[in-house]
Nanobody, 122 residues
Framework: QVQLVESGGGLVQPGGSLRLSCVAS????????MSWYRQAPGKQRELVAK???????NYADSVKGRFTVSRDNAANTVYLQMNSLKSDDTAVYYC????????????????WGQGTQVTVSS
């Protein structure tokens, strides 16, 4: 079984910063793409940022220049550094990983964390 656990959420003032972490544990051979999604009240879940095992990244237009995704492959951990936070960034942030549980598991399976709340408010 594979588990993803997020941490680092909280309440921050507009213009502030937070750093989210997501650690994957369990029966893991390797992890392909790791991503951060978010879901605000009354809205659909949306992709915020993703990073491949090789370090290639993609960002939603709304966070480009403010958020940075990174990962530590040896620690099965992905990070999201969020700067210049706005009230529109308020949401539950979810970690997603495409995990290979054995060497022949070429495509892997998607796993989700339980989410961490980020609230941007004065």
């Amino acid at each position: 079984q594979v588990q993803l656990v997020e941490s680092g959420g909280g309440l921050v003032q507009p213009g502030g910063s937070l750093r989210l972490s997501c650690v994957a544990s369990g029966s893991i051979y390797s992890i392909n793409t790791m991503s951060w999604y978010r879901q605000a009240p009354g809205k659909q879940r949306e992709l915020v940022a993703k990073i491949t095992s090789g370090g290639s990244t993609n960002y939603a237009d709304s966070v480009k220049g403010r958020f940075t995704v990174s990962r530590d492959n040896a620690a099965n951990t992905v990070y999201l550094q969020m700067n210049s936070l706005k009230s529109d960034d308020t949401a539950v942030y979810y970690c997603n990983g495409v995990v290979r549980v054995r060497i022949r598991d070429f495509n892997g399976s998607e796993y989700w964390g339980q989410g961490t709340q980020v609230t941007v408010s004065s």
